[in-house]
């Protein structure tokens, strides 16, 4: 299966839309690093800047668990010929950001970084970081598709899902995955007047002197 179109598909879905509206909910403003590289000011109280400052400064995620991050995100946003990879999109910072704003996200994330390290652990004799690229390909293929997925596996099927939500959510409300997604939002273009068979189908011209029309009359 195409991994990277599954996730445009899944971030043009009600859950990918339904998810970034949760992250900027009213009266929880959020700006991150992938979103926003200096904080933005407009419209921001003194109060929601000073949090967000904090936010920033502050450090969930250690370093092993950030590596395990990055290496599930590209697995799950590839780079390809059209665009980088989900961590070249700065998609792990953005997910230690998100931890750090809704709390609510922290043990399910460090609870299943713990469990894929531990299956791994059983099955290759090292972490998921330090397997290859290969076994790291096998272990996700075990959670990354809930229907086929066996009943041991269900804390990983719903590690994996937030993993791909976040990870979908991250990349494309940045720069390059607005790019990869191909959208160009509304552009100007010019206006050359009234198509000619419009204007034959209702008895009218332009008078290329004057840019007036004329009538035609039926006799």
Same mark, same amino acid.
Request: proline share 5%.
């Given at each position: 299966?195409?991994?990277?179109?599954?996730?445009?598909?899944?971030?043009?879905?009600?859950?990918?839309?339904?998810?970034?509206?949760?992250?900027?909910?009213?009266?929880? @403003?959020?700006?991150?690093?992938?979103?926003?590289?200096?904080?933005?000011?407009?419209?921001?109280?003194?109060?929601?800047?000073?949090?967000e400052?904090?936010?920033?400064?502050?450090?969930?995620?250690d370093?092993?668990?950030?590596?395990?991050?990055?290496?599930?995100?590209?697995?799950?946003?590839?780079k390809?010929?059209?665009? !980088?990879?989900?961590?070249?999109?700065?998609?792990?910072?953005?997910?230690?950001?998100?931890?750090?704003?809704?709390?609510?996200?922290?043990?399910?994330?460090?609870?299943?970084?713990?469990?894929?390290?531990?299956?791994?652990?059983?099955?290759?004799?090292?972490?998921?970081?330090?397997?290859?690229h290969?076994?790291?390909?096998?272990?996700?293929?075990?959670?990354?598709?809930?229907?086929?997925?066996?009943?041991?596996? @269900?804390? !990983?099927?719903?590690?994996?899902?937030?993993?791909?939500? /976040?990870?979908?959510?991250?990349?494309?409300?940045?720069?390059? !995955?607005?790019?990869? /997604?191909?959208?160009? !939002?509304?552009?100007?273009?010019?206006?050359?007047g009234v198509?000619?068979?419009?204007?034959?189908q209702?008895? /009218? @011209?332009?008078?290329?002197?004057?840019?007036?029309?004329?009538?035609?009359?039926?006799?």
């Amino acid at each position: 299966m195409d991994r990277r179109k599954y996730l445009k598909t899944l971030a043009a879905s009600t859950a990918g839309v339904g998810l970034l509206f949760h992250a900027c909910a009213p009266g929880q @403003k959020k700006e991150s690093a992938v979103l926003a590289p200096k904080p933005f000011t407009i419209d921001r109280t003194t109060a929601e800047l000073e949090r967000e400052q904090k936010l920033q400064a502050e450090t969930f995620f250690d370093e092993h668990e950030m590596k395990t991050i990055a290496i599930l995100a590209d697995i799950i946003i590839p780079k390809d010929e059209v665009s !980088g990879s989900a961590s070249e999109a700065s998609v792990p910072d953005f997910i230690e950001f998100i931890v750090k704003d809704m709390p609510d996200y922290q043990i399910p994330l460090r609870g299943g970084i713990k469990w894929l390290d531990v299956q791994c652990l059983k099955r290759f004799n090292t972490d998921f970081a330090s397997c290859s690229h290969e076994q790291q390909i096998e272990m996700v293929d075990e959670i990354a598709y809930p229907e086929k997925a066996k009943p041991e596996c @269900k804390q !990983g099927v719903a590690f994996f899902n937030t993993m791909r939500d /976040l990870t979908a959510t991250g990349f494309y409300t940045t720069r390059m !995955g607005i790019a990869d /997604l191909g959208y160009i !939002g509304n552009k100007p273009n010019q206006w050359d007047g009234v198509p000619k068979e419009v204007l034959d189908q209702y008895g /009218l @011209k332009y008078d290329d002197r004057t840019l007036e029309i004329s009538v035609k009359f039926d006799s």
